[in-house]
Every structure is written in structure tokens, then in C-alpha cells.
């Protein structure tokens, strides 16, 4: 953008008659550097609002310079040159104000530029005029779309007319505000945006948390429900093996408290204990296997044996 705002100062440097080279060239430096304002400041356009005031009332010789920004038509006092603290003090004190009760209110509506030659003929400027010393005033409005944002409002300290040149200097500066205020606006759409994206991200992390954690307390459930059916099938089977060897012991028992006990039943009371032993200490012994291999994958994870 600073290449076609200084091919304009220079269409306008070359088409006035009172502009010379001198002057051109500090047109296109103040021009550059607002626009390295812009760059430097793309969150906030008071930086720019400042520079704008304080180089054009110093390019076009004039006593003050105000930029003047429109919300919900009413003008707001944004930057300003300093004068006297009394006078500068008054000029804050003068915002805001309506724009349909100011006499340039309709003509920066409708985008036009308002010259007031001699501020002593226009009753709600005089008293402001003469509380910051100037005589003559022209208001340039800055458009957006076609709407009117704000304005540039320049001084001088004796009336008359200011000079076209002049003029088109201050629409030059007009152009560079709209371009600080639409950057700013889209930097703050793109913060926006930013920040909520940054919310969905942070929603959807905590989704998938909670979709892991979900899965965890799945697999833990399908774990727990697959060491429970492996380790009922050995005690399953030692609890009926129990449960018949008891069931033998009691009719041993009972034969031997009538002394009617036979070889042949404690033989095969014996027979059926030694077997019943057996496949309890083989279930009980599948069980604390089962019960270890357990125990590992809970505690043993620098185990360079997959588990």
C-alpha cells in the first residue's frame, strides 16, 4: 500500500501549481511514515490518529489538526496537536457531540468536505474557535464503504480558504486512517476468530479426554470381566472337587464311628483323596499363575518381555 499512496501525493504534487519538489518529498516521507505506524500498530489506531494529526498540521503550516471519529452518529474526539493546556483542555471537554448538530454533520455524512473560511460566522464553532486561536477550519471526512467513519479536522490561524493542495494532502491522510481503522478491525476479527477457534480446540481436547478416559474405563471393564472368568474356571473347579471330597470324608467318617469300615472303602477313600488333591493344587496352581501374570502387567512396564 505505500507505493500507490506516494504515486498519489506525487499525481497531486505534480498537478498543483504551488507545490514544490521540496514539499512533494515531504509529503511522500510523512505518508511513509504513517503507513510504518500502521504496520507497527495493527491492534490500536490511536498511534496512527496521532501521527496523522501531528504531520499533517505540520505539512500544510496550520495551527491545530483533530481527527474525529463517528460511532452511532456521535463524534468522539480520537487525536489532536496540542495548543495551550486551557485551550486543549476545552477541546476535550467540547466531545462528544451529536453529528446532526454540528453545521459539518451533514456534509461528512453525505462524504463531502466542509470549508468554513471564517469561523466567526458560524455561532457553535466561534467560541471553541476562539478558545484554540483559529480563524479557519475545513473538515475531511474519512469513508469506509461509502460511510463516513470519521474526519480531519485542520486549523489555521487566519481566515480564508486553505489551499487545494492542502486539501488533497489532508485526503491523502484521510485515505491512510481508513486503511490504520480497517486493519485494525480485521485484526481484531482475526484475534476473534482466533480466540474461538482456540475454544473448540480446547472443547474438543477435552472430548477426546474424556472419549479416552471412557475407552479406559471400557477396556478396564472388559479386563476385569476377562480375569474373572479366568480365574472362577480353576476355583469353579477346585470348589467341586472340595465339595466331593467332602462329601466322601463324611461317608468315611460315618463307617468308621459304626466300625462297619471295609479295606475296600478307605482304599478308595484314599484313592479319591489322592486325586482330589491333585486337581485342587493343579487349579489353585493355574490360579496363582493366572493372579501373577496379572500382577505384571500392572507393575512390571520396564519389562522388555511384551505382556
Known amino acids: 500500500r505505500t507505493a500507490p499512496a506516494a504515486n498519489r501525493v506525487k499525481r497531486r504534487s505534480a498537478s498543483g501549481p504551488s507545490i514544490d519538489l521540496k514539499e512533494a518529498r515531504e509529503q511522500q516521507a510523512a505518508t511513509a511514515e504513517i503507513l510504518k505506524v500502521i504496520a507497527s500498530s495493527p491492534d490500536d489506531v490511536q498511534p496512527v490518529f496521532q501521527a496523522i494529526a501531528e504531520r499533517s498540521n505540520r505539512l500544510v503550516n496550520g495551527l491545530s489538526t483533530t481527527v474525529l471519529s463517528i460511532v ?175 462329601s466322601k470324608r463324611a461317608t468315611f467318617a460315618t463307617e468308621a464311628a459304626r466300625e462297619t469300615l471295609r479295606r475296600s472303602t478307605l482304599t478308595e477313600f484314599l484313592e479319591a483323596s489322592r486325586e482330589a488333591l491333585l486337581q485342587l493344587m493343579a487349579n489353585l496352581n493355574q490360579a496363582a499363575g493366572l493372579i501373577q501374570s496379572f500382577k505384571q502387567v500392572a507393575t512390571d512396564q520396564n519389562h522388555t518381555d511384551p505382556r
Open 72 to 246: 452511532h452518529n456521535t463524534v468522539h474526539l480520537s487525536a489532536f496537536t496540542k495548543t495551550t493546556p486551557n485551550a486543549d483542555a476545552e477541546l476535550i471537554a467540547w466531545f462528544p457531540r451529536e453529528l446532526s448538530a454540528l453545521p459539518y454533520g451533514d456534509h461528512i455524512r453525505r462524504g463531502e468536505i466542509f470549508r468554513l473560511p471564517d469561523t466567526e460566522a458560524d455561532p457553535v464553532l466561534r467560541g471553541i474557535a476562539r478558545s484554540r486561536g483559529y480563524r479557519s477550519i475545513v473538515f475531511v471526512p474519512l469513508l469506509h464503504d461509502g460511510f463516513a467513519i470519521g474526519m480531519i479536522g485542520q486549523t489555521k490561524s487566519e481566515s480564508g480558504p486553505f489551499a487545494e493542495n492542502h486539501v488533497e494532502l489532508l485526503k491523502t491522510f484521510a485515505d491512510q486512517a481508513v486503511i490504520a481503522i480497517s486493519t485494525v478491525r480485521l485484526f481484531q476479527e482475526v484475534q476473534e476468530r482466533t480466540r474461538e477457534l482456540s475454544a473448540s480446540l480446547d472443547d474438543l481436547r477435552f472430548a477426546q479426554d474424556r472419549l479416552v478416559q471412557t475407552e479406559k474405563l471400557a477396556a478396564l471393564g472388559r479386563l476385569v470381566a476377562g480375569v474373572a472368568h479366568e480365574i472362577n474356571t480353576p476355583i469353579g473347579t477346585s470348589l467341586t472337587v472340595a465339595s466331593t471330597l467332602e
